[in-house]
């Protein structure tokens, strides 16, 4: 299998690789290392294969097309070498696609002539094709990214809503225990020292009147105020 190196895969290499490296210096590089290029088993999405690349200390993905001469492949572009996939490499592989489709198709009508017509029909059918489907798998991809993205973002507004709410029902809770605790030692003075009243009235002007009956001390309390 022989891999052909294109200048626009050279830009990419250094624009998204090695970047600060001279054009004719990756060049040499990338041409060093393309027969120690290792085929990888995941294609793109338009079934382009690809390639990983080490050359020097630099590494990234080369994606790939067939040529017209067999077991030859055009280098289309080089992406950076990432282990795991994430929406931004695939719009960017989508976005890559695009770029190549355009390119070619413009390419394809400067050099039509009357004596390849069909052919170069044909070919310009064929990247014009490839040019919808490009742009139509990075309009879903990027569609998939916004909704992703809502979502994620109304997932953290209720998670924060929630504890929000539990935060609020805990310092209630809280409050209420303190007035409680408040209240019982108030009962509690007021039975050892006899002063029952007092007890009551304090009680009743505090926090708790709301919560604590009238009668709820005259059933707890004897009636002639004494412990």
């Not at 060049?27 to 290392?33: K, T, W």
């Not at 070619?104 to 400067?110: D, G, Q």
């Not at 109304?154 to 408040?182: F, G, M, P």
């Not at 009680?203 to 009636?223: D, K, S, T, V, Y």
């Amino acid at each position: 299998m022989t891999l052909i190196l294109t200048p626009h895969a050279v830009d990419r290499f250094i624009g998204r690789c090695a970047p600060g490296l001279g054009s004719e210096e990756a060049r040499a590089l990338i041409q060093a290392a393309l027969p120690a290029a290792a085929p990888l088993k995941e294609k793109t999405p338009q079934g382009h294969r690809q390639w990983r690349l080490t050359a020097g200390e630099y590494a990234g993905i080369l994606v790939t097309r067939p040529a017209r001469e067999p077991h030859h492949h055009v280098v289309v572009t080089v992406l950076p070498d990432a282990t795991e996939e994430d929406f931004g490499q695939e719009l960017l592989l989508c976005r890559e696609m695009l770029e190549d489709a355009e390119d070619r198709l413009r390419a394809a009508r400067l050099t039509l002539h009357r004596d390849d017509m069909s052919h170069i029909q044909a070919e310009i059918k064929a990247w014009t094709e490839l040019q919808k489907t490009a742009r139509s798998a990075l309009l879903i991809k990027a569609k998939e990214a916004r909704r992703a993205a809502h979502t994620a973002r109304h997932e953290r507004a209720v998670a924060a809503r929630r504890e929000a709410k539990r935060q609020q029902i805990l310092a209630s809770n809280q409050a209420d225990d303190v007035e409680l605790r408040a209240a019982l030692r108030i009962a509690v003075r007021g039975l050892m020292t006899g002063r029952v009243e007092e007890a009551k009235k304090a009680l009743r002007a505090g926090a708790l009147r709301g919560i604590l009956e009238p009668g709820f001390w005259n059933r707890q309390i004897a009636g002639d105020g004494k412990p």
